[in-house]
């Protein structure tokens, strides 16, 4: 068994990486959670309970296994507040082995009225945000104004601070956005009950991680959103505001690339993207309608539809070098299941120059259209199924077809929501 996986999506988000994580999570672990934040919706099956988390790293939910929220994640205090107190009720005692770093950039509610007036005002041209304030938390973080975890502690700091960065928004709110002012007193006080309850959890996680890395714990680094949601590889402006490839592991969590052992990314048999932004593979027809309704594609955060589409090699390519993957996971295969034929994006074409393109630049996304390869479907159930050999054929061609493209093992296979619906096939053993 590796010592420290790391397991980030490699589509738009929503590929199924919080079963992977719970599934692989042992006893005596730590799962650690290195950007994003509450725009995440990981959903977990256990025991046939549905359970979404938003912050909470997913391993979690198992006993004796810490999590950590390292400072690349921008924190909303209310609502971890609200995940733990909802996780507590359901018998789940997760509130102090879970520890939230003190250089955590927070969200606050002029970041979330910031992200909805600025989506109102592009009109059309709105990027599809969740909403969470996602966008501004982290421009503060940039501009060097954030508001950090630590500061909860002392009341005088967090109201200085909340002070000025509010003359700032306040500015914005009144002349550009016609939004109301917010006053730092308010905050404070809202605060002050969720100040109480995160006090012990802050802590200097970058310190924790190193210690946990000498002593040669396993950790299990959980990314969210997907490789093509990330601010410098994705599909830019049509992204989320962090790193969520590789790289954002270094920079938010403070544990160096020499001590990920195994990179495992998650793909979805199909492709699905919620928000608006390029997606080559994207389905109108009734290949949309089965994939929505089997796979239950509407986002875990919002409720959105999500858009969906074949699985597009091209990208997952790129996704595969950009991440340096050990291996590929394959989610939802049985949402494919009753389908006559299944199709794969081989390469592009682009629509103004009429070349075939294998490796298009980010940037010419818009232009590109897919080249397919054409796959008999499956008529039989795949649904919990939990070995190889019992996949219809056609199932385990598109499997392998998938390896040969990527030219990169799939060691995992998922066949449903629940911990059980799963396939091993190299490097892991069940728990
Ligand atoms: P994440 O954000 O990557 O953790 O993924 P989400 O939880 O947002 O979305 C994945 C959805 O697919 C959830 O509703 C999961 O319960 C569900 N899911 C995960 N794996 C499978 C699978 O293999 N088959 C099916 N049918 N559903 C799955
Ligand atoms: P998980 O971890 C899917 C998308 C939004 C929008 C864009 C920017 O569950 O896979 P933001 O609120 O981050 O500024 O929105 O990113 N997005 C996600 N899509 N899954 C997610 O997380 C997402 N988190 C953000 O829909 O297009
Ligand atoms: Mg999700």
Known sequence: MNKNIVILGTQWGDEGKGKIVDVLTSKNSYVVRYQGGHNAGHTLVIDGKKIVLHLVPSGLLRDDVIGIIAHGVVLSPFALFQEVDMLENLGFHIKNRLFISDMSPLILKYHVAMDIAREKKLGLNALGTTGRGIGPAYEDKISRCSILCGDLKDIKILSVKLEKILDYYNHQFISFYNQPMMYYKDIIKELLPVIDFCHDMIQDTTDMLHNTVKNRKNIIFEGAQGSFLDVDHGTYPYVTSSNSTVGGIMTGTGVGPKHLDYILGITKAYSTRVGNGPFPTELFDDVDKHL????????????????????????????????????????????????????ICIAYKNIQTLEVIKYPSMYHLQNMRPIYETHPGWMQKTKGVTKLKDLPNEAQRYIHRIEELTNTPISIISTGPDRLHTIFIKDFTPI
């Open 292 to 343: 929505s309704y089997y796979g239950h594609e509407f986002g875990s955060t919002t409720g959105r539809k999500r858009r969906t589409g074949w699985l597009d090699i091209v990208l997952l390519c790129r996704a595969i070098y950009l991440n340096s993957l050990s291996s590929l996971c394959l989610t939802k295969l049985d949402v494919l299941d009753g389908l006559k034929e299944i199709k």
